[in-house]
């Protein structure tokens, strides 16, 4: 059973764009919702992550997007950057535990 | 940010052979796991201990061992390698009260 969704798979965007990535969960007992970034031939490591009491968090370029009542969260990375190309995966916690989305493979043109 | 080294990052093994895949961390951390990732796909908990002498299976079956016998070491071993097992194998750990977890650069696993 798939607990968090996420889409789209890929996603191709403009130097200069807003890349967007969506997630929903079914679980209410989730209580932390964090983004990963994965480069190739690393592990992932932490980008940016809301609690589920603020609707919206903003670090630098990048924003997540929460509503609770429709149990969806989003990423949006304003002024995508070459440099930003990687997999995000979102997530979400359950005590000590994080349950994974599939991944957005995010490619930014020059 | 955590150090958390993983060994070796690559690793191609005969069916039928033990591995134990190293992990270890430098920050003191209580709580470690162990994921099971196909390239570009998601994450699947396999393993997680909470501190010494604790460990747990995680959401995803796997034939795998682990052990826990000291804070910064969490080996994950497979006793006998199949080609099922070719995956890449992430640790991750964090501390007690903490919403982080930090990753390993993970160990590329290819089982002929």
């Known amino acids: 059973q798939q607990q968090v969704k996420q889409s789209p798979q890929s996603l191709i965007v403009q130097k200069g764009g807003i890349s967007i990535i969506n997630c929903a969960y079914e679980n209410t007992a989730f209580d932390y919702f964090p983004w990963y970034q994965q480069f190739p031939g690393k592990g992932p490591a932490l980008l940016i992550a809301?609690?589920?009491?603020?609707s919206e968090k903003k670090e630098g370029r990048f924003t997540i997007s929460f509503n609770k009542s429709a149990k969806q969260f989003s990423l949006h990375i304003m002024d995508s950057q070459p440099g930003d190309s990687a997999t995000y995966f979102c997530a979400a916690r359950r005590g000590s535990r994080l349950t994974f989305g599939e991944g957005t493979q995010l490619t930014v043109n020059p | 940010e955590a150090d958390i080294y993983q060994t070796p990052r690559y690793l191609v093994i005969g069916t039928g052979k033990k591995i134990t895949l190293e992990c270890s961390q430098t920050?003191?951390?209580?709580?470690m796991y162990w994921y099971q990732q196909d390239p570009g796909m998601e994450l699947h908990l396999i393993h997680y201990s909470y501190g010494v002498n604790s460990t747990e299976k995680g959401d995803l079956s796997s034939e795998s061992t682990v052990s826990r016998i000291r804070t910064e070491h969490f080996p994950l071993t497979l006793e006998s390698a199949r080609p099922s097992h070719t995956s890449q194998y992430l640790c991750a750990s964090s501390e007690n009260q903490g919403e982080t977890q930090y990753f390993g650069p993970g160990t590329r696993l290819l089982v002929l």
């Open positions: 809301i609690r589920p009491d603020v």
């Open positions: 920050m003191g951390h209580d709580k």
